[in-house]
């Protein structure tokens, strides 16, 4: 990484820590996490359920407030509370499909909801033109989401986050709740919004392929702290250094009985 | 040839109703009315109670068309009277016609029912809501309120209020619509408690929605269906209370034909002529029925965690 790469970063987190609760209940879900994601890149966190890799994302995004550490977005320094205009710079796609369109309203009024919150005027034009985008036609427009397969709410919690024109999308495990094909349908229509968009990616996951197909870089997680950081070329060609990195390898290639009697658990101590 | 353009037509409906794929807001919106209204026609014990509700709504629209006599018209020489062609359910001890009061009693329970749940329903909706979301202290102290409401017996506490306010109809609707908010506060609080920290939810926050906006449109429309419901089976109690404070004087004032007065001025002659008593019983007892089941009905179709949703 050289200096101008450096100036053009779009995210850029310095000792990230988050600490739930207090006194004896007291757990600290991310240690001393920093990372730097340069602007149009696809950054990914990979780790293990429970390595803090969605509390990283939930501390950028503003739904958790209880961080310290330095946190700066598009040359801004962010402070836990956000304005309006962070929320157009920055969205969100959850993990879970079923549960983050509300039921009760239609693909339409999931739509029109940021635009009515920011006062844009042509709505009518942007939603048609945004579920076009995310390979939906209009005869998905007046949906509801019951009446959607899982993929198709992704599609639309998708489009729901490109609605405000983002430069920044974070993304929660956004196919682990789908299944293989449809995995791979989202996962391309991502790519594709990016290059097309100029997008910057965050990608948590917990699957290496998912990872080694979207992203750059990416930094492994354990217990809430980084263990490792590399790029996917060293990713792929199979020599990461930290045990536990090549651990999580061993898991992704799928189940085998010697394999996961060998596993460690890497706590940190302290 | 007509019967069977109607009934193409009534399938092109049919078929516009249910479309996997509408057009528009007003059809989508529609359909699932219609989809609900399927579900709710299946039930028969629900249609029942749908249809003694519209009765009884036809009953006080109607009222002067239905009923024979003028209710407060008191002929003495007719008093106490058995059931005749003249008098279908008797005349009381005033000479006053039995069924021409219950038909005009009917606008005075519709009255009561309806205001007390355009009363009560969206204070508790507020406050459950409000303290659910927020959560901190605003929850502390509007559930502690709550709390010391609830912690008097409804009947008891509307009869302290009725007597502080003076009796008549219209502080008896006060009375009972203050007693009966609380249970309401409490669901929407416990719904809103296991909404608020959906993904959803979530989402709405990130696009950067006020609290006030979170509240109203998307919280309040996932508590209405089952505050429906619960008002619905209470319609009951708050007849039985209105008529309990008629019963006891400090409700409806003569000469109103209101239920549970009508009882009250029977209680005297209830050993001779019981039919006095027992008929306006009779007519309360049907309403609280009728409530009772459309709401069993309603919760079938509206309760987010069965139906609904499918």
Redesign the interface.
Same mark, same amino acid.
């Given at each position: 990484m050289n200096g101008a790469a450096q100036a053009s970063s779009m995210i850029d987190v310095r000792g990230l820590d988050v600490v739930f609760g207090k006194g004896a209940d007291e757990v600290r879900a991310v240690r001393d996490v920093s990372f730097r994601v340069p602007e149009g890149a696809t950054f990914g966190l990979v780790g293990e359920s429970g390595s803090g890799k969605s509390t990283v994302l939930r501390a950028l995004s503003g739904l958790n407030h209880d961080w310290t550490g330095q946190v700066v977005i598009a040359g801004q320094a962010q402070t836990p509370k956000r304005d309006k205009a962070f929320y157009k710079l920055v969205q969100m796609v959850f993990q879970d499909p079923y549960g983050s369109l509300h039921p009760r309203h239609t693909v339409d009024r999931i739509l029109m909801e940021p635009l009515s919150i920011h006062g844009f005027g042509d709505a009518e034009r942007r939603i048609e033109q945004v579920l076009g985008e995310v390979g939906l036609g209009p005869s998905f427009r007046f949906r509801y989401p019951h009446q959607l397969s899982g993929g198709q709410r992704q599609r639309v919690a998708v489009a729901r986050a490109l609605i405000l024109e983002p430069r920044i999308l974070l993304l929660d495990e956004p196919t682990s709740a789908l299944d293989v094909s449809v995995q791979a349908e989202v996962l391309n229509l991502l790519q594709r919004l990016k290059q097309e968009r100029g997008l910057t990616y965050i990608l948590v996951s917990h699957d290496l392929s998912v990872v080694a197909h979207m992203c750059d870089e990416l930094a492994v997680m354990n217990n809430g702290a980084v263990v490792e950081e590399l790029s996917v070329e060293r990713l792929k060609s199979h020599a990461p250094e930290h045990p536990y990195t090549r651990q999580l390898m061993v898991a992704s290639l799928g189940y085998d009985r010697a394999a996961i009697d060998r596993f460690e658990d890497f706590g940190v101590e302290g | 040839m007509s019967g069977e353009s109607e009934s193409l037509q009534a399938l092109g409906w049919r078929a516009w109703l249910l479309s996997?794929? =509408? +057009? &528009? %807001?007003n $059809? @989508?919106r529609l359909g +699932?009315f219609y989809i609900a209204w399927l579900s709710f026609r299946s039930n028969h014990l629900a249609m029942l109670g749908l249809g003694i509700v519209l009765a009884l709504i036809f009953m006080a629209v109607f009222a002067p068309l239905i009923a024979p006599y003028d209710p407060n018209a008191q002929v003495l020489a007719d008093r106490l009277q058995y059931f005749s062609a003249e008098h279908w359910f008797g005349t009381d001890d005033f000479g006053r016609d039995i069924f021409s009061r219950i038909v005009y009693g009917s606008r005075l329970t519709l009255y009561i029912v309806i205001l007390v749940a355009i009363i009560a329903a969206p204070i508790g909706l507020a406050v459950g809501t409000t303290a659910g979301y927020l959560g901190g202290w605003v929850d502390k102290v509007l559930m502690r309120i709550t709390d010391i409401f609830l912690a008097f017996p409804k009947l008891v506490l509307a009869l302290a209020l009725v007597s502080a306010l003076g009796p008549g109809i219209e502080n008896a609707i006060i009375a009972i619509a203050i007693t009966s908010w609380p249970p309401y506060a409490r669901i929407a609080r416990a719904e809103t408690i296991t909404i608020r920290n959906?993904?959803?939810i *979530? @989402?709405? %926050?990130?696009?950067?929605?006020g609290r006030l %906006?979170i509240i109203w *449109?998307?919280i309040v =429309?996932?508590c209405t269906s089952s505050l429906i419901v619960r008002v619905t089976l209470d319609m009951a109690g708050i007849i039985l209370t209105a008529a309990g404070l008629g019963f006891l004087g400090l409700g409806a004032q003569p000469p109103l034909p209101e239920w549970g007065a009508m009882i009250s001025a029977g209680r005297k002659v209830l050993l001779d002529q019981w039919w006095v008593a027992t008929v306006p019983g009779i007519a309360i007892f049907i309403v609280s029925l009728g409530f009772n089941l459309l709401g069993d009905g309603l919760r079938d179709v509206l309760d =987010?965690k069965s139906g609904g $949703? &499918?």
């Open positions: - | 996997s794929s =509408p +057009r &528009s %807001r $059809q @989508a +699932r959906s993904d959803f *979530s @989402a709405v %926050r990130l696009q950067g929605a %906006r *449109s998307h =429309p996932l =987010p $949703q &499918s």
